[in-house]
């Protein structure tokens, strides 16, 4: 008679035969993600295939993926592409910033990464507040003080973070610093309602704006994903072009998030387990450091230029 309940060899046999599947099945879906209008180096498949080879559980990338179709998304089907994208073929991205991140071929230089950003990190944060990642971009906007009249958001993605900050102050003028010509062009459909809010491409690191000309910098979600000496750089460059007293926000995901997180390529992902942010700020030469927490899980951290 036969064993219903199989030998323990069979179990281990099926279950990696089930492992490879699924790893076979999101390596198909990643690549199939690659932009044909600013095609990935081939070494991105590999960094993706060998993050979705991990032996670590990807149990949270496949609940985000799963209910990512089930989120509000922006409507990009008029959105001209190759129109949008022409003034920026000559650009030259750093290094660090050609990265794979979050496994899809040509990280943030894709119209994937764009276009899925709302939806994604509406899936991501679906637990942390009533308003999934919206709800928690408000909650972060209440930190930029109130009598702020120039803020500067540093990395804006798709633009809901400054968005937030420009609904709460109408009256303030609103800048959103952005690398990625696919994120800058989703950012101004998805946030087109925000009359004080505009948008330039840039590197945060070297903004090219004037010393001592804003109130706020907000960076979120951004150091994360920088090697360590960009992240340095990017807190002197926010320190360089605030007023004397003015005020940086810095919100980022707790230090072990991407070891929860595998499957989605993290370039960056060992550096962060060690940053310390309070550390960097005052290296950096913030003062008065103060501890948030507004929107859990994330953390964030105000201080002023002295």
């Not at 149990?59 to 990009?76: L, Y």
């Not at 950003?117 to 919206?134: G, K, N, P, T």
């Not at 009359?195 to 994360?224: C, K, M, P, W, Y």
Request: net charge negative.
């Amino acid at each position: 008679m036969g064993n219903d309940q199989g030998t323990p060899d069979t179990h281990e046999a099926q279950d990696t035969r089930e492992t490879q599947g699924t790893q076979g099945t999101l390596a198909r879906i990643f690549t199939s993600l690659g932009s044909q209008r600013w095609p990935a180096p081939a070494p991105h498949l590999a960094l993706i295939e060998t993050e979705l080879a991990t032996d670590e559980p990807m149990d949270t990338m496949v609940t985000v993926i799963g209910r990512m179709g089930g989120m509000d998304a922006p409507d990009f089907s008029a959105v001209d592409w190759d129109a949008a994208l022409a003034p920026y073929t000559d650009l030259e991205f750093p290094a660090y910033y050609r990265m794979p991140f979050h496994s899809v071929p040509g990280g943030w230089l894709s119209e994937a990464a764009a276009t899925g950003d709302r939806a994604a990190m509406e899936a991501i944060y679906a637990d942390a507040h009533v308003d999934r990642s919206l709800g928690i971009r408000r909650e972060l906007a209440a930190l930029v003080p109130e009598d702020a009249t120039t803020i500067v958001d540093f990395g804006s993605g798709s633009g809901d973070g400054p968005a937030a900050v420009a609904r709460r102050l109408p009256n303030a003028e609103v800048l959103g610093l952005e690398a990625s010509p696919f994120m800058l062009t989703a950012a101004q459909v998805q946030n087109a309602d925000c009359a004080n809010l505009r948008f330039e491409q840039g590197f945060v690191e070297s903004s090219g704006l004037e010393a001592d000309s804003v109130d706020a910098v907000t960076i979120t979600l951004v150091l994360h994903e920088c090697p360590d000496e960009v992240k340095a750089k990017i807190l002197t460059e926010a320190h360089r072009i605030l007023r004397p007293g003015g005020v940086v926000v810095l919100t980022d995901t707790p230090n072990d998030d991407l070891d929860k997180n595998r499957g989605f390529y993290e370039p960056y992902r060992l550096q962060w387990r060690t940053f310390d942010p309070d550390d960097a700020l005052t290296t950096a030469g913030f003062t008065g450091v103060e501890h948030h927490h507004v929107a859990p899980p994330l953390w964030s951290r105000t201080a002023r230029k002295g």
